[in-house]
T-cell receptor, first 114, second 115 residues
Framework: GNSVTQMEGPVTLSEEAFLTINCTYTATGYPSLFWYVQYPGEGLQLLLKATKADDKGSNKGFEATYRKETTSFHLEKGSVQVSDSAVYFCALLAGETSGSRLTFGEGTQLTVNP | DAGVIQSPRHEVTEMGQEVTLRCKPISGHDYLFWYRQTMMRGLELLIY????????DSGMPEDRFSAKMPNASFSTLKIQPSEPRDSAVYFCASSSSVRAYEKLFFGSGTQLSVL
């Protein structure tokens, strides 16, 4: 079956530090990959996505590259801000039909200190 | 647009009581999803609707859970009777009909505590 594994948290960084949150997946076929972010007290929001191998998704300074050879989609940001403190979820969508469902990772809590 | 609106934000109830969670999706969205989030199990899809019709309810834990969507602008998730293990954050999400899962819009969730 499909599964997503994220690095265990929580992750605590100082402002302007470099961020990497690891994500690896198992899926049949060629899934689409996503990062969602959940700010405190809010629902999840789509952060970025990549739909085929070697695609790079980017948004708000965050980037992730779809690596088929390593089945990974690691999230990176060069310089984090306090406002980036949130829970980050990696997810995959396998299959083209609307009946397919998103498979989420466990989430990684990020705290950025000033 | 106001986004996906859920109510209540917080619900505290006693074991055995009926609980009803409410959701108003974004206008024009054809898909509505109910998710449950817990520390132990993460984010789980409970059920989703397309054009007000339940399509996949395989994630609904048991018969105590039921969901309805009487019209395009309203859905409910009911738990009767509630149990302490139902304590979780329940999210509603909606999406347009084009590749529904590619961009979900989530509400702020209902924090349910069953004592």
């Amino acid at each position: 079956g499909n599964s997503v594994t994220q690095m265990e948290g929580p992750v605590t960084l100082s402002e302007e530090a470099f961020l990497t949150i690891n994500c690896t997946y198992t899926a049949t076929g060629y899934p689409s990959l996503f990062w969602y972010v959940q700010y405190p007290g809010e629902g999840l929001q789509l952060l970025l996505k990549a739909t085929k191998a070697d695609d790079k998704g980017s948004n708000k300074g965050f980037e992730a590259t779809y690596r088929k050879e390593t089945t990974s989609f690691h999230l990176e940001k060069g310089s984090v801000q306090v406002s980036d403190s949130a829970v980050y979820f990696c997810a995959l969508l396998a299959g083209e039909t609307s009946g397919s469902r998103l498979t989420f990772g466990e989430g990684t809590q990020l705290t950025v200190n000033p | 647009d106001a986004g996906v609106i859920q109510s209540p934000r917080h619900e505290v109830t006693e074991m055995g009581q009926e609980v009803t969670l409410r959701c108003k999706p974004i206008s024009g969205h054809d898909y509505l999803f109910w998710y449950r989030q817990t520390m132990m199990r993460g984010l789980e899809l409970l059920i989703y609707f397309n054009n007000n019709v339940p399509i996949d309810d395989s994630g609904m834990p048991e018969d105590r859970f039921s969901a309805k969507m009487p019209n395009a602008s309203f859905s409910t998730l009911k738990i009767q009777p509630s149990e302490p293990r139902d304590s979780a954050v329940y999210f509603c999400a909606s999406s347009s009909s084009v590749r529904a899962y590619e961009k979900l819009f989530f509400g702020s969730g209902t924090q349910l505590s069953v004592l």
